[in-house]
T-cell receptor, first 110, second 113 residues
Framework: DSGVTQTPKHLITATGQRVTLRCSPRSGDLSVYWYQQSLDQGLQFLIQ???????AKGNILERFSAQQFPDLHSELNLSSLELGDSALYFCASSVEEEQFFGPGTRLTVL | DQQVKQNSPSLSVQEGRISILNCDYT??????FLWYKKYPAEGPTFLIS?????DKNEDGRFTVFLNKSAKHLSLHIVPSQPGDSAVYFC????????????FGKGTKLTVNP
């Protein structure tokens, strides 16, 4: 158990819909990262937050947004969903060099 | 453009033998490299890392070798155990730490008893 929790574990929705994925980092970790893993792909870095502020952006679509709240949990919002958004979404947190990953949310868009 | 490449999607070895997983990168700005292990239905777990100022880092049965001139790193597992069967991801960072990690596609290792 990495100490990073993600909810929900599975999410099935339809095209055009909007969903919110939630992540609680390890106690004391200020950084939260979001990654997307599509079929047969490595993990693609989406965005990083540090202590409530956006720190770095990767290949995140404009339809996607994230935020980190004062209690350091983070939410990833995915809107106008398309079939190609079906993937595993991982959250990770870190305090120094090592990132600790949550178990992921599997999103299926039908 | 894939900056971190793991060209072998899978690898199968016998228990007790050495497992060698390879990773190539193209971005010369990368200076910190990590290996993660992933079991099904779980998130990746950090395994071992190496800074570009070193060419080798060892942790128990796991050793990572870095060849900067060739932009190549490898993970050696000796001796391999059935519990090592997992997907191994190579990752790289340009910032001296683990921020903005760029991951390879992974290599599925199967260790046969």
């Amino acid at each position: 158990d990495s100490g990073v929790t993600q909810t929900p574990k599975h999410l099935i929705t339809a095209t055009g819909q909007r969903v919110t994925l939630r992540c609680s980092p390890r106690s004391g970790d200020l950084s939260v990262y979001w990654y997307q893993q599509s079929l047969d792909q490595g993990l693609q870095f989406l965005i990083q937050y540090y202590n409530g502020e956006e720190r770095a952006k990767g290949n995140i679509l404009e339809r996607f947004s994230a935020q980190q709240f004062p209690d350091l949990h983070s939410e990833l919002n995915l809107s106008s969903l398309e079939l190609g958004d079906s993937a595993l979404y991982f959250c990770a947190s870190s305090v120094e060099e090592e990132q600790f990953f949550g178990p992921g949310t599997r999103l299926t868009v039908l | 453009d894939q900056q971190v490449k793991q060209n072998s999607p899978s690898l199968s070895v016998q228990e007790g033998r050495i497992s060698i997983l390879n990773c190539d990168y193209t971005n010369s700005m990368f200076d910190y490299f990590l290996w993660y292990k992933k079991y099904p239905a779980e998130g990746p777990t950090f395994l071992i890392s190496i800074s570009s100022i070193k060419d080798k880092n060892e942790d128990g049965r796991f050793t990572v070798f870095l060849n900067k001139s060739a932009k190549h790193l490898s993970l050696h597992i000796v001796p391999s155990q059935p519990g090592d069967s997992a997907v191994y991801f190579c990752a790289a960072s340009p910032q001296g730490g683990s921020e903005k990690l760029v991951f390879g596609k992974g290599t599925k290792l199967t260790v046969n008893p």
